[in-house]
Nanobody, 126 residues
Framework: QVQLVESGGGLVQAGGSLRLSCAAS????????MGWFRQAPGKEREFVAA????????SYADSVKGRFTISKDNAKNTVFLQMNSLKPEDTAVYYC???????????????????WGQGTQVTVSS
């Protein structure tokens, strides 16, 4: 079992920044792929970013490229999502996820992740 706890969400004005954190505990290691997804009201959960544990390589959704940065601290089993130049359309509940080989190959698919955090709300006002 893996437990994921997100933090760092909140209310911010358009153009502002937030940094989300996700602390992993349990049966995890730095070799797993970690992802961030988000879900707005009435919409499906969508991929935001992922970082592969083995290589550290990253993937981003086109909608956040150049504005969001995913990183991790292996010693603390923590992954971060730095969000800059936030837009009202970034408003959503953001979820941290933990995945294995499938997530490494296709990080944008929710089916590749076995564990999910409880989510943290990000609200961007215009």
């Amino acid at each position: 079992q893996v437990q994921l706890v997100e933090s760092g969400g909140g209310l911010v004005q358009a153009g502002g920044s937030l940094r989300l954190s996700c602390a992993a505990s349990g049966r995890t290691s730095s070799t797993y792929t970690m992802g961030w997804f988000r879900q707005a009201p009435g919409k499906e959960r969508e991929f935001v970013a992922a970082i592969r544990g083995s290589s550290g390589s990253t993937s981003y959704a086109d909608s956040v490229k150049g504005r969001f940065t995913i990183s991790k601290d292996n010693a603390k089993n923590t992954v971060f999502l730095q969000m800059n130049s936030l837009k009202p359309e970034d408003t959503a509940v953001y979820y941290c996820s933990h995945g294995g080989a499938i997530a490494t190959l296709t990080p944008q698919r929710t089916s590749g992740y076995a564990y999910w955090g409880q989510g943290t709300q990000v609200t961007v006002s215009s």
